[in-house]
């Protein structure tokens, strides 16, 4: 248990050393696991795994996943970034995600936070309120 | 017991007393004899005649003594062994007698007096029971009474939870019905929202939900 603290404290730092003026990039990624292989960990198995949920974790805040039935233009891309971006206080990227059940509109996921602005979720929604 | 006793007595001693009278007789008409002097014949007459009673029936002085002695010592063994142990033995019986007498009263009175008592306590007890009986009757009463509100409190509970149970299940059938419709309603307009937006109407859509997600934060 007191390895899994320490493994998960260290997975943390590797994470952050990660970051790039605040933003996960891969030549940085790169580096560390670089690091990582020249330091030969005792345990380096569980210290990769660990890093790579967190990985995933930060990447997941980082980035707006954008999902709607069809192409978006890069402007409302860029608007919703900006938007997200200073909404976090941390820099967000917007991705696209094709979703044709949203019939129109889009939903954009930041973590686990979710914003839905689609027909489909407003449908569901009116019928959730509907007691 | 003693006059019995007395009546055996005189039977014992009445021919002493018939002997001696006519022997004071003899004597009071010699004395008679001395005063009147008229009459002295006709006395030597009697008493010769007595004289002659007396040789007829073999009666002499000896034989009256004799007779005398034994009748005493006769007399005296019959008080010494028969007629005193007897009296005594009467004596005691009759003791016992009216020991036993005085025992059966003392007891005939310790029976009225139980007898009262048992009475006394009979009438009581009833007394008591009659009480006792009041007071459970009494008691049943209320208890009945307590019982028979319980029950229609039970009652009135259990019919106001089956109404509560009712109207929640009228509730959560309508409930049930208005989530069916609705979502009979929505998938009905996603599948004609679906088919009949077009492709631009959609793009035009998703850019306005686009704008309005990039300006809710601000």
């Known amino acids: 248990m007191k390895r899994d603290k320490k493994i998960t404290q260290f997975a943390k730092k590797l994470v952050e050393l990660s970051k790039d003026n605040g933003v996960v990039t891969e030549a940085r990624v790169g580096e560390v696991l670089a690091g990582l292989k020249k330091s030969a960990h005792r345990n380096p198995l569980a210290v990769l795994k660990s890093f790579l949920v967190f990985?995933?974790?930060e990447v997941a805040l980082q980035t707006a996943v954008v999902s709607t039935p069809g192409a978006l233009s890069e402007a409302a891309l860029k608007a919703i970034a900006a938007n997200y971006t200073a909404v976090y206080g941390r820099p967000v990227t917007a991705v696209t995600k094709i979703d044709a059940s949203l019939i129109a509109g889009v939903r954009v996921r930041v973590g686990d936070d979710v914003y839905?602005?689609?027909v489909a979720g407003r449908l569901k929604r009116l019928a959730e309120n509907v007691h | 017991?003693?006059?019995?006793?007395y009546s055996f007595f005189l039977a014992c001693v009445l021919p002493f007393g018939l002997f001696a009278a006519a022997d004071s007789h003899g004597e009071i008409t010699h004395t008679i004899e001395a005063d009147l002097e008229h009459v002295e014949e006709s006395l030597t007459e009697e008493a010769g005649k007595l004289q002659a009673i007396?040789?007829?029936?073999?009666?002499?002085?000896?034989?009256?003594?004799?007779?005398?002695?034994n009748f005493c010592l006769v007399a005296f063994a019959l008080y010494k062994f028969a007629v005193k142990p007897i009296a005594a033995t009467l004596d005691d019986r009759q003791q016992k007698i009216a020991d036993g007498l005085q025992y059966a009263e003392e007891m005939k009175t310790q029976l009225a007096?139980?007898?009262?008592?048992?009475?006394?306590?009979?009438?009581?007890?009833a007394i008591d029971?009659?009480?006792?009986?009041a007071e459970a009757r009494e008691q049943s009463k209320e208890m009945i009474d307590v019982k028979t509100q319980e029950a229609a409190s039970q009652a009135e509970a259990i019919i106001r939870k089956a109404s509560e149970a009712t109207e929640l299940e009228r509730q959560k059938m309508l409930s049930d019905v208005r989530q069916e419709v609705a979502r009979l309603v929505v998938a009905t307009s996603s599948k004609v929202l679906s088919r009949d937006l077009s492709d631009a109407e959609k793009s035009t859509f998703s850019e306005s939900a686009a704008k309005e997600l990039a300006s809710a934060g601000n």
């Open chain 1, 55 to 57: 990985l995933r974790r």
């Open chain 1, 116 to 118: 839905d602005a689609s």
């Open chain 2, 1 to 5: 017991m003693k006059a019995l006793f």
């Open chain 2, 54 to 69: 007396a040789g007829k029936f073999g009666v002499t002085w000896p034989t009256l003594i004799a007779q005398m002695v």
């Open chain 2, 113 to 125: 007096e139980a007898e009262r008592e048992r009475a006394e306590k009979a009438k009581q007890a």
């Open chain 2, 129 to 133: 029971a009659q009480k006792i009986l």
